[in-house]
């Protein structure tokens, strides 16, 4: 890929990386523009899809995923490809991925993901018992801290919910919340929800008494500085509008540069080719970050 070109498509992927939280439509637009470059580079088939599903464009996201794995081989991003599935109304796919052989290649994070979309799926069928035990992983230990912890947590909760195990699933909801650090979760608001189910504010005070005791907290003021560190002044941050002016200023510039080869592999559309509009559910969605 010549130099001016490569510079164009990088920028385009910053510029994406910048507004996917908050325009998800618009970063995809930047990644779609980087995959007409450079089609063949598996790094930019992989941004595109995740960009897709992060828009809730299910079949593109599930064809670009599939395509940067033919590119590089390993069975990374297994996790959104099967929440894909679920959210185009295919639960039995999603749980195919999650029993495949290469699902046994999965690092600990991305195994935990799959699970948690497996779980999703066996409650798109209408299983919930057997939702609830595929969650019971040993990393299942409201002790742990792992990167995963808070996100497992909420799913076990919320299909302990579904099970109309009430008390369990507080108490789980308490383990997530004091695990959710990054406020991955609403498990603050589903605990209010769920007080008046278990009888008022009392019961509940003695159920997170009791959750909160088995972890060793005590209630206490908080004595920690909750103030932010302020960023380096003299390190500009670049903001979504700096780097998508980038982007587009690149792409004006190197309209004249030699595009690389289209990919010659036919975009997979997804096995059935219909999209879907409904998405996955929250307790199971590897989306929600």
């Not at 495949?100 to 948690?116: C, G, K, P, Y």
């Not at 742990?144 to 947590?153: G, I, K």
């Not at 592999?265 to 199971?284: I, K, P």
Request: aromatic letters at 4%; hydrophobic letters at 35%; a negative charge.
């Amino acid at each position: 890929m010549p130099r001016g070109l490569a510079d164009n498509v990088a920028l385009h992927l910053v510029a994406s990386g910048q507004l996917i939280d908050e325009d998800p439509q618009r970063a995809l637009e930047h990644t779609r523009y980087a995959r007409q470059k450079a089609s063949r580079i598996a790094p930019v088939r992989e941004a595109n899809g995740l960009a897709a599903y992060l828009a809730g464009e299910w079949n593109e996201a599930l064809s670009e995923l599939r395509t940067a794995r033919r590119l590089t081989g390993g069975p990374g991003n297994m996790a959104i490809m099967a929440d894909c599935e679920r959210a185009m109304g295919r639960p039995e796919r999603a749980l195919e991925i999650g029993r495949s052989q290469e699902a046994t290649e999965l690092d600990r994070e991305e195994t935990v993901e799959l699970r948690i979309v497996m779980a999703g799926a066996r409650r798109d069928l209408g299983e919930i018992d057997a939702a609830v035990v595929g969650l019971q992983l040993p990393e299942l230990d409201p002790q742990r801290e792992d990167p995963w912890s808070a996100r497992l947590f909420y799913a076990y909760a919320d299909n302990l919910l579904a099970a109309d195990r009430i008390q369990e699933a507080f108490t789980w909801f308490v383990h997530a919340a004091h695990a959710d650090d990054e406020g991955e979760t609403d498990a603050p608001a589903r605990l209010d929800e769920l007080v008046e189910k278990l009888g008022g504010p009392e019961a509940a005070e003695e159920l997170v008494t009791e959750a909160e005791a088995a972890l060793g907290i005590e209630f206490e003021e908080d004595d920690e500085d909750s103030g932010s560190a302020e960023s380096d002044p003299t390190e500009p941050e670049t903001s979504a509008a700096d780097a998508e002016e980038h982007a587009d200023g690149a792409e004006r510039a190197g309209a004249d540069a030699e595009p690389s080869d289209e990919d010659a592999t036919e975009r997979t559309s997804g096995e059935d080719g219909s999209e879907s509009g409904a998405g996955a559910d929250e307790q199971g969605s590897a989306r929600d970050r």
